[in-house]
């Protein structure tokens, strides 16, 4: 499993991170603005659920879980 987010559409409100904190870090931007960063892009298999979750409630929709 791979896991791919859209940075231009990312509006940074943290629900991936609350949802599976070991794949993806808010990181804060110049000017107010954040954005997701991906700290495992292939999660291993006991974290497909917290990356499911986080592909579920993104606000935005701009997580998608690859299958490999």
Known sequence: MRV?????????????????????????????YAHVEVILERPPEELREQAKA????CPNRVI?????
């Open 64 to 68: 998608t879980i690859v299958e490999d």
């Open 4 to 32: 791919v987010v859209d940075l231009d559409l990312c509006g940074g409100h943290g629900v991936c991170q609350g949802e599976a904190p070991e794949i993806f870090r808010v990181v804060d931007l110049p000017g107010g």
């Open 54 to 57: 986080a592909e579920r409630y």
